[in-house]
Nanobody, 125 residues
């Protein structure tokens, strides 16, 4: 069992919504930054959204800003990504990531040291 586990992926029609969840099996303590990334086979990994554990500062990729919302539920050791108005170009494997040290560039994957295995999101009519 990994330290972070994603769930909530699936198939949805364009314009639909999905909520991804990431459960931290050992708790959120010790992580100063968390984020969601996505990757399409053959393409580079893309930072989608990030959240600082303290202060709650968030950042979003331009491609999802206004449609996606990242949030955490500390009582349940869970990170969420609410995705609305999904588009076919949102189709990808989505990964949850966490960083012990506060990321300087929160949408850059190399800033993170703990990763989930990913969950597939498919947007298609």
């Amino acid at each position: 069992q990994g330290q972070v586990e994603e769930s909530g992926g699936g198939s949805v029609a364009p314009g639909g919504s999905l909520t991804l969840s990431c459960t931290f099996t050992r708790g959120l303590f010790g992580f100063n930054g968390m984020g969601w990334f996505r990757q399409v086979p053959g393409k580079e990994r893309e930072g989608v959204a990030s959240l600082y554990s303290f202060g709650g500062h968030t950042e979003y990729a331009d491609s999802v800003n206004g449609r996606f919302t990242i949030s955490q539920d500390s009582t349940k050791n869970t990170l969420h990504l609410q995705m609305n108005n999904l588009k076919p170009e949102d189709t990808a494997i989505y990964y949850c990531a966490a960083a012990q040290f506060r990321p300087r560039s929160p949408l850059i994957g190399t800033e993170y040291d703990t990763w989930g295995r990913g969950t597939q999101v498919t947007v298609s009519s």
